[in-house]
């Protein structure tokens, strides 16, 4: 049985696509057969940011619809090949997605992969809610200002409330906050929110701290997921958030200002 | 011998009581639009006796009144303290007339025979209220009812989450949310939270913004309650 994980965060932009493809990567890289299923219908964007946009033939809603099978739509990393992309439709919108059609694609990817990544929709309505229905477990992306954490907080609640293992009584949707866009220097002049903070606030474990960086913006301008850049400072801390997903102990890194930049600082570099 | 089909019992039952000073229907249906609109789910298919006691006009039209009450999601169930000139309007709407002794049932003037009193106590002593008990946190745009009793939350209520009971509320962790307690009318209900951030605290439909809360009090543990138709926050 495949371990179902969820990215999701209620709001809009905060990094859930990029996640996906770096965690999902992380995972592959590791050694696990994995799969990122885009849930995003109508606002296909996770094959740019996996750099595979040129290879979708087939789509997830193609799939749910019984157009193509599974071995047509997904498509295998050039990267890594135990990585494979489940794309969605750009032409489609989220009524298109249903409960059953969801669970028959996720129980037959369940009996070749070890984890499925939900790339999920903005906003807590059908596409989001389709995302993490079957979710084992959830990563909750969340920017440190006030109404990320008040939409994390929302999509919290509904995973308590309308996932399937809220419905029948099973063990809770296991939460991982994951922090991105974390900004060390402009936490400590008191513009952002702090990693305690938003712990205090949202109440789940943390999983990872990403700090801002330029290279998110250039891996996804490049469809190279930002976990391939073993020498940015982003993909060091997806590494690190997926070692703590799989139960290892890991220091978080990133948290201070000036500790890492003090050799750019001197070089006169931003 | 057959089954007994059904039994008595003296039981007391908390409603709203409509003390109508004056009437008429613009300024009612105003005032009262004003009242609801405070806190809507708090008066929604809320049972409601009006009472004519202090009402000084002589000229009432009993049907408009209870149309306005009921447009209003409001449930008229008796009148009472009923000057005898609006006797003969109120029987025709088929709503009951309330004794003044009967709505003081429980006061030691009750003229109730002695036997039925007694069953009536022993009612009331054994009446136990269910507590609702939450363990993991109220999020954001939830909400959380604890219906006829108390509601105990072991975590917390966030910001934009909503809790509400019929009595107390007990809180271990931070409230910032809503509050609501006694929301059927119990003016002897409390809050008590570990954390005091909250957006809004009601006991029995009187109500503190955040706003009005004094700032020495906030984050601190308080507890809140009504006294004098004025809202107490104290620490505790």
Request: net charge negative; charged share 25%; glycine share 2%.
């Given at each position: 049985m495949a371990e179902i994980i969820v990215i999701t965060s209620g709001k809009g932009g905060v990094g859930k696509t990029t996640t996906s493809a770096a965690i999902g990567s992380g995972l592959a890289i590791r050694g696990h057969k994995?799969?990122?299923?885009?849930?995003?219908?109508?606002?296909?964007?996770l094959d740019l940011i996996m750099g595979c946009e040129r290879r979708v033939v087939y789509d997830f809603v193609n799939v749910l619809n019984q157009e193509a099978n599974l071995n047509q739509a997904l498509i295998k990393d050039k990267r890594n090949s135990n990585l494979y992309i489940l794309p969605a439709s750009q032409t489609r919108d989220k009524d298109a997605l249903t409960q059953e059609g969801v669970q028959a694609v996720l129980n037959e990817l369940?009996?070749?992969?070890?984890?499925?990544?939900?790339?999920s929709p903005a906003g807590i309505e059908k596409g989001a809610q389709m995302a993490l229905y079957y979710a084992d477990q959830a990563i909750v992306?969340?920017?440190?200002?006030?109404?990320?954490?008040?939409d994390s907080d929302r999509i919290l609640g509904i995973l308590q409330s309308k996932s399937l293992r809220a419905e029948t009584g099973a063990e809770p949707v296991k939460e991982h906050l994951l922090l991105t866009r974390y900004n060390p220097s402009r936490v400590e002049q008191g513009e952002m929110l702090s990693v305690e903070d938003v712990v205090e606030i949202l109440a789940i474990p943390l999983v990872g701290v990403i700090p801002e960086s330029e290279a998110v913006l250039k891996a996804s301008n490049q469809g190279e997921p930002v976990i391939f850049d073993e020498s940015a400072d982003a993909g060091q801390a997806y590494s690190d958030t997926v070692a703590r997903l799989l139960g290892e102990e890991v220091d978080f890194r990133f948290l201070e200002a000036g500790k890492k930049g003090f050799l750019k600082r001197l070089l006169g570099a931003k | 011998m057959a089954d007994t089909s059904f039994q008595l019992k003296g039981s007391v039952v908390t409603t709203f009581i409509l003390e109508l000073y004056q009437y008429s229907r613009e300024d009612f249906t105003q005032q009262l639009k004003d009242k609801i609109s405070q806190a809507p789910d708090f008066f929604l298919q809320s049972p409601v006796v009006i009472s004519l006691e202090k009402f000084e006009n002589n000229e009432l039209d009993i049907v408009q009144l209870l149309d306005v009450c009921r447009e209003f999601k409001l449930q008229p169930m008796a009148f009472k303290a009923v000057n005898a000139k609006f006797e003969a309007a109120i029987k025709l709407t088929g709503l009951p007339?309330?004794?003044?002794?009967?709505?003081?049932s429980v006061s030691k003037e009750s003229v109730a025979p002695a036997?039925?009193?007694?069953?009536?106590?022993?009612?009331?002593?054994?009446?136990?209220?269910?507590?609702?008990?939450?363990?993991?946190?109220?999020?954001?745009?939830?909400q959380v009812y604890a219906e006829g009793g108390d509601l105990i939350i072991l975590s917390q209520v966030s910001e934009g989450a909503e809790v509400l009971a019929d009595g107390n509320i007990h809180i271990y962790g931070s409230l910032r949310g809503r509050a609501l307690a006694g929301i059927k009318g119990d003016t002897s209900a409390r809050v008590f939270c570990q954390k005091l951030e909250a957006e809004l605290i009601s006991v029995a439909g009187h109500f503190i913004l955040s706003d009005s809360l004094d700032k020495t009090l906030q984050r601190q543990a308080v507890q809140v309650y009504l006294d004098e138709q004025t809202l107490h926050v104290v620490a505790v």
């Open positions: 994995t799969v990122i299923i885009d849930f995003d219908v109508g606002l296909r964007n369940s009996e070749s992969f070890e984890y499925i990544i939900c790339d992306v969340t920017n440190p200002e006030v109404s990320s954490v008040r | 007339l309330l004794s003044d002794t009967a709505t003081r036997p039925q009193q007694v069953i009536a106590e022993v009612e009331q002593a054994s009446e136990y209220r269910r507590s609702k008990v939450i363990t993991r946190p109220v999020r954001s745009g939830q």
